[in-house]
């Protein structure tokens, strides 16, 4: 399958064709001056005339901005042509460009499928506290003002490389992603899912780039917006600031790195400013997600320049980061070698160097979407399970709480097989308020795992990551009480991921396995939804049910007895094997 993939710019036409199978660049060029006599119906009809008889299968177009609604590459159709236009003033620059190239090359293709792939889509699910700007609500959701974050196509691509790389599941790591060029951004990438990005409502927010300023105060820019006006303010922001506008000698680093080994004052400020705010953010994202696997470099400079690698992962020992400086000076990404680890042997986090590819991820995007369109039935409603507040222990603790060789007194069977609630209770304590008579599920595990909803971490006064169970490292900590002793857990307080427990015939017959996310349709009750994001765990112990909190199940109004369909579609990365949720 041969896939068309095209960037339609202000002025420009990048263009590729691929084989999204084995990652084939077949083709590739950039027509440029697009605009008066040469319009973006030529540039399409100069491009076809490149393929020299290549069949083309689909076309998978890059679209700066989708707004909240897109969450994934989607097929387009006049309703999203439609629903990409309404997003027009959020991406003034950007989206007026893609729209014309997905005009010009529907018109000239219109036998093939054509799917959009967003920048904004990885991000588009970030938890609300971080895509949440702090102004007065009303106001931010009236003009649909939140942040949005972009190069999420690159940000998915190298977290998928660099855990292809480690041989480890991406759901297992925390990764920060530096995707660092003209425009750049960092991701914080927590099991496989962006939580936290530097870019916000557009792409001027964040990191020093090559003519944008980053993050600048509020005030300032008021104050600027007083003496320049607000245009010329716009156009400092985006197009005089950044290396540009520190260094004087435009945007290009190696220019300015030549300046400042030359002793350029203004040039050696501009690169220790780009550096220093790439290090800030690494250091925050870390925190963000309570523990780093990986620190990820890609983009232009991320993936050239020595010394601003070097410059930017200096002092980090303290988070487990320590360069190898023969590695980096080593390090060359090319299509044939993808990534390359800079860090030393011995450091807890690895730095790696992973070149990006947009347009394969477009067109490995693009075929998923082509071939989910093979619709699967579903053989049957999936259960839901309303599961409230619990607590599991491991042997030392059941010792702590209800005394040496104590057992679990089994109360009633739970619908998973072997897995019973106890008549033991707990209380758990947090630093803001306590959980009276939380059960006890039994039987004993190997570690203590306390499970709670957002509703109980926000009474407890804790920050609970939503994890899979079992993954409870670097966990919340909390307290337990028990009748016979407290027990201090430093890790272990979760929000339990929503998921879906199947047996191994169960998964065969959906058409999923062990890992995937995906989507699960509640209807026919008062309030219809649609839960995304929902993990597959498959075993042979499991029976067919859905597992939800009561938060959620508040949300759609659920009682005992629901049931859900399972949407399509969901889909693999190629790259990998890995599942990653429809985004």
């Not at 962006?194 to 020093?208: A, F, H, R």
């Not at 690494?282 to 320049?305: F, K, N, P, Q, R």
Request: charged share 25%; aromatic share 4%.
């Amino acid at each position: 399958m041969h896939v068309l993939v095209l960037n339609a710019g202000s002025s420009s036409l990048k263009y590729q064709l691929v084989d999204p199978s084995s990652g084939t660049r077949l083709l590739q060029g950039l027509i440029e001056e697009i605009g008066g006599e040469r319009t973006y119906e030529a540039a399409i009809a100069e491009v076809l005339g490149h393929l020299e008889g290549r069949a083309v299968a689909a076309v998978g177009h890059r679209v700066v901005h989708g707004g909240e609604r897109f969450v994934d590459a989607v097929e387009i159709d006049d309703e999203v042509v439609a629903a990409i236009r309404e997003v027009v003033p959020l991406a003034p620059l950007h989206n007026p460009a893609n729209l014309a190239g997905i005009a010009a090359a529907r018109a000239a293709l219109p036998n093939v499928p054509h799917v959009a792939v967003f920048d904004t889509a990885f991000h588009v699910r970030m938890p609300r506290r971080a895509r949440t700007y702090a102004i007065d609500l009303e106001v931010s959701e009236r003009l649909g003002l939140r942040r949005f974050g972009f190069h999420g196509t690159s940000h998915r691509y190298v977290s998928a490389q660099a855990a292809a790389f480690l041989e480890r599941p991406i759901a297992e790591l925390r990764m920060v992603t530096l995707h660092l060029g003209n425009g750049a951004s960092a991701c914080a990438v927590e099991w496989g899912h962006s939580v936290e990005t530097s870019m916000g409502l557009t792409p001027l927010e964040g990191l020093v780039m090559g003519t944008r300023s980053g993050d600048v105060g509020p005030g300032l820019v008021l104050r600027l917006c007083r003496e320049l006006g607000v245009e010329e303010t716009d156009t400092l922001l985006n197009r005089k600031s950044g290396l540009a506008g520190l260094s004087g000698l435009g945007n290009d680093l190696r220019v300015i790195q030549r300046a400042a080994a030359e002793g350029d004052d203004r040039a050696r400020l501009a690169i220790n400013v780009f550096a220093h705010r790439a290090r800030k953010v690494i250091g925050a994202y870390a925190a963000v997600m309570g523990g780093l696997d990986a620190v990820v470099l890609t983009g232009g400079i991320g993936e050239h320049s020595v010394d601003m690698r070097r410059r930017i992962l200096q002092r980090l020992d303290f988070l487990g980061v320590t360069l190898d400086e023969d590695r980096n000076a080593d390090a060359r990404v090319d299509h044939d070698r993808p990534v390359v680890d800079i860090a030393a042997e011995h450091a807890r986090v690895r730095a790696l160097v992973v070149a990006t590819n947009e347009e394969l991820q477009i067109a490995r995007d693009t075929e998923a979407v082509v071939r989910a369109h093979k619709v699967v039935k579903a053989p049957s409603p999936i259960p839901i399970a309303i599961s409230a507040r619990h607590v599991h222990l491991d042997r030392a603790a059941m010792d702590v709480l209800f005394g040496v060789g104590s057992d679990l007194t089994p109360s009633r069977p739970l619908s998973q097989p072997g897995q019973f609630a106890s008549e033991e209770r707990v209380t758990v304590v947090g630093p803001r308020g306590r959980l009276e008579r939380v059960r006890v599920l039994g039987p004993l595990r190997k570690a203590c795992q306390v499970e709670v909803s957002r509703t109980d971490e926000f009474l407890l006064g804790v920050d609970a990551p939503i994890r899979q169970s079992g993954q409870t490292a670097d966990s919340a900590p909390v307290v337990l009480e028990g009748p016979k002793g407290t027990l201090q857990l430093k890790e272990g307080l979760i929000c339990a991921w929503r998921h879906i427990h199947m047996h191994p015939d169960d998964a065969l017959a959906f058409g999923v396995s062990d890992g995937d996310e995906v989507e699960v349709a509640v209807t026919g009750g008062p309030r219809d939804l649609v839960f995304g994001d929902v993990l597959v765990r498959v075993s042979e112990k499991y029976a067919l049910e859905m597992h939800i909190d009561t938060d959620e199940a508040n949300a759609a109004e659920l009682s005992s007895g629901a049931s859900g369909e399972l949407q399509e579609p969901y889909r693999a990365t190629a790259a990998t094997g890995l599942i990653e949720r429809r985004r």
